[in-house]
């Protein structure tokens, strides 16, 4: 095998000439892996760009869902609030009262906290992960809503059983009636919002959820409860 020693070197500019040829392949390696990084962050970037946008597609798509059956949820509330002053002026409630639920969804962020600790949100630029924090804040505000709402409409429900009315009873139904109404207003002003700001990174809601019937809260307010159970295939509700 044959080993060809290095040239001796004669003069600076001969010098100079081994030394830049050497600098000039570092600079250009380095480059190099600098855009094989680059690339792969860029790719990284717009797999979780991807993956967060489909979250909360999904996302507003079920706060959308939610809206189809807001009227219900009104025309129940002023229902509830005549039964509520029949109860403290002394009225017969009527025999059967059935009041249901709104429907509450819950709001997914497994793929933006994915984002967060494997470090891929950081390859977004400002406007990106200002947005995305916005989003996911409004998400969890609207989640917390929701479960307080089915909180509250449970506590609602105990009309449903014909309590004997008393001052302290009327006091806490127009109590819980009033939450009730804060939660639906709070429920419709987090879905705008989050509307806003998914239009502002070009987010749309996704498709729906196919819906086999609608929440029980739609359903007449003299249904009869073992009706209701058959049509839900046996589930009942506290």
Request: charged share 25%; glycine share 6%; aromatic share 8%.
């Amino acid at each position: 095998m044959d080993i060809h020693k290095p040239k001796p070197i004669h003069n600076f500019r001969e010098f100079l000439k081994e030394v830049g040829t050497i600098v000039l392949g570092v600079c250009i390696a380095l480059a190099a892996e600098q855009s094989v990084e680059m690339l792969h962050n860029r790719s990284r970037a717009t797999e979780s760009r991807e993956s967060v946008h489909a979250e909360i597609a999904r996302n507003l798509a079920l706060m959308e869902e939610r809206e189809k059956f807001e009227y219900c949820v009104k025309m129940r509330l002023e229902e509830v609030e005549k039964l509520v002053a029949a109860s403290a002026a002394g009225q017969k409630l009527p025999d059967t009262i059935w009041l249901g639920r709104p429907d509450g969804f819950l709001m997914q962020d497994g793929k933006y906290k994915s984002a967060l600790a494997s470090g891929n949100a950081s390859l977004f630029n400002e406007h990106e992960q200002a947005a995305y924090a916005d989003l996911y804040a409004a998400f969890s505000n609207y989640m917390q809503t929701v479960l307080d709402e089915q909180k509250t409409w449970a506590s609602l429900r105990v009309l449903e059983k014909h309590p004997a009315p008393s001052q302290a009873l009327d006091w806490q139904l127009r109590n819980t009636l009033q939450q009730a109404r804060f939660d639906s207003f709070f429920i419709q002003l987090g879905r705008r919002v989050s509307l806003q700001d998914g239009a502002a990174i070009d987010v749309k809601p996704g498709r729906g959820r196919a819906v086999s019937m609608p929440p029980t809260i739609c359903l007449p307010l003299n249904t009869a409860r073992e009706n209701v159970q058959k049509a839900r295939g046996g589930i009942d509700q506290p």
